[in-house]
């Protein structure tokens, strides 16, 4: 089984930007990167709030995103890789089209 953690440190994100690569598809982005942390999949979920502006569906989003990427993460082998998944979109998706749309984004990945 693959261990799930978060993103957490400033120095995560910072190598993510800079060193990942970039996948893209109507409503989501996500930069990854490979790791050699053992069997560890690393995440971090963010809404923007120029695109969301109230935060209780930003918070809604991110809920409904980090369900997705926890059910659908063992499905794909994206072991030794730290993952930051962006919400481009303006409207709210529903957890199906979410999950949808990111499972496409596991596969290029």
Do not use: C
Not at 15 to 34: A, E, M, Q, W, Y
Not at 37 to 62: C, E, Q
């Amino acid at each position: 089984m693959i261990a799930l953690h978060k993103l957490k440190k400033k120095s995560s994100f910072d190598n993510l930007f800079k060193l990942g690569k970039r996948f893209n598809n109507d409503h989501f982005s996500v930069i990854t990167l490979k790791n050699n942390d053992g069997n560890s999949f690393y995440y971090a979920v963010i809404v923007s709030k120029k695109n969301i502006p109230l935060a209780v569906n930003r918070n809604k989003i991110k809920r409904r995103m980090r369900q997705a990427v926890i059910e659908l993460y063992s499905k794909f082998d994206v072991s030794h890789s730290s993952n930051l998944f962006i919400y481009n979109s303006k409207e709210t998706l529903e957890f199906k089209e979410i999950q949808k749309k990111i499972s496409l984004l596991f596969k290029k990945l």
